[in-house]
């Protein structure tokens, strides 16, 4: 079989095949996998082969590896799952059609976690939201403060969803676009204004209303992105 028209080397065919074992449970969760030698005389493979494969089924989360014992079947997690994909993040980010793009992609998936908040929070992510609101407006004064508070607050309203996928999105997007915070805040963004974007957003959540909560995150986020955009735009080529 071929790659690209390339010939599969010998421990991406053993990768594959262990992969496939994994997920037809033939060995659950937590099982120990066959040693090295039983993987070696089972795929007719070198030592070396079988341990680029355990390396790279390790580094997708799907098993564990402990010095001297036999490799464990493992559950992937979502945050694993969003890991792998930040080195390609990072790379699209270093682009200003990328960054583009993330800013496009943040705000569908917030305006979404938005709306989801307003039809389904609970009485103790509210309560979370509240104080994560709350938290936010007693950093007014403080940047370093603000920043933190500002990431809690939205954060708040993707934990809200009790989705691992979407906390685990969440916490990616938050990391991938950390620039555009400490840009924006060369806009002469003020702290009181964002808050009262935060507070908007938080008023249509509590009074369960989707389409207002959808309409005031989407109005933040477009905010967010113009002043980062301002802020990235030389003083002599802006509009006046």
């Given at each position: 079989?071929?790659?690209?028209?390339?010939?599969?080397?010998?421990?991406?065919?053993?990768?594959?095949?262990?992969?496939?074992?994994?997920?037809?449970?033939?060995?659950?969760?937590?099982?120990?996998?066959?040693?090295?030698?039983e993987?070696?005389?089972?795929?007719?493979?070198?030592?070396?082969?079988?341990?680029?494969?355990?390396?790279?089924?390790?580094?997708r989360?799907?098993?564990?590896?402990?010095?001297?014992?036999?490799?464990?079947?493992?559950?992937?997690?979502?945050?694993?799952?969003?890991?792998?994909?930040?080195?390609?993040?990072?790379?699209?980010?270093?682009?200003?059609?990328?960054?583009?793009?993330?800013?496009?992609?943040?705000?569908?998936?917030?305006v979404?976690?938005?709306?989801?908040?307003?039809?389904?929070?609970?009485p103790?992510?509210?309560?979370?939201?509240?104080a994560?609101?709350?938290a936010?407006?007693?950093?007014?004064?403080?940047?370093?403060?603000?920043?933190?508070?500002?990431?809690e607050?939205?954060?708040?309203?993707?934990?809200?969803?009790?989705?691992?996928?979407?906390?685990?999105?969440?916490?990616?997007m938050?990391?991938?676009?950390?620039?555009?915070?400490?840009?924006?805040?060369?806009?002469?963004?003020?702290?009181?204004?964002?808050?009262?974007?935060?507070?908007?957003?938080?008023?249509?959540?509590?009074?369960?209303?989707?389409?207002?909560?959808?309409?005031?995150?989407?109005?933040?986020?477009?905010?967010?992105?113009?002043?980062?955009?301002?802020a990235?735009?030389?003083?002599?080529?802006?509009?006046?």
């Amino acid at each position: 079989m071929t790659v690209t028209g390339q010939r599969r080397k010998r421990w991406e065919a053993v990768a594959e095949h262990i992969e496939l074992m994994l997920l037809s449970r033939e060995f659950p969760d937590g099982e120990r996998l066959p040693s090295e030698r039983e993987l070696m005389e089972r795929f007719g493979v070198g030592r070396s082969s079988v341990r680029e494969a355990l390396f790279v089924l390790e580094k997708r989360g799907l098993i564990t590896v402990t010095a001297g014992t036999a490799a464990r079947a493992a559950l992937p997690s979502p945050r694993i799952l969003v890991g792998e994909l930040s080195a390609i993040a990072r790379h699209i980010l270093a682009r200003p059609e990328g960054m583009r793009h993330f800013q496009h992609a943040r705000a569908l998936f917030e305006v979404g976690l938005a709306r989801e908040a307003a039809l389904r929070i609970g009485p103790e992510d509210l309560a979370d939201l509240t104080a994560a609101l709350a938290a936010n407006e007693a950093a007014i004064g403080d940047s370093e403060r603000f920043r933190r508070t500002d990431l809690e607050f939205h954060f708040a309203i993707a934990k809200s969803s009790r989705n691992p996928i979407f906390t685990a999105l969440h916490n990616a997007m938050s990391e991938w676009l950390s620039e555009q915070r400490r840009v924006s805040s060369r806009a002469g963004v003020q702290a009181a204004q964002v808050f009262s974007e935060h507070k908007r957003i938080y008023d249509a959540i509590l009074a369960r209303d989707a389409t207002a909560a959808a309409t005031a995150m989407e109005d933040h986020l477009a905010t967010v992105a113009r002043n980062f955009w301002l802020a990235m735009t030389p003083p002599f080529a802006r509009e006046t």
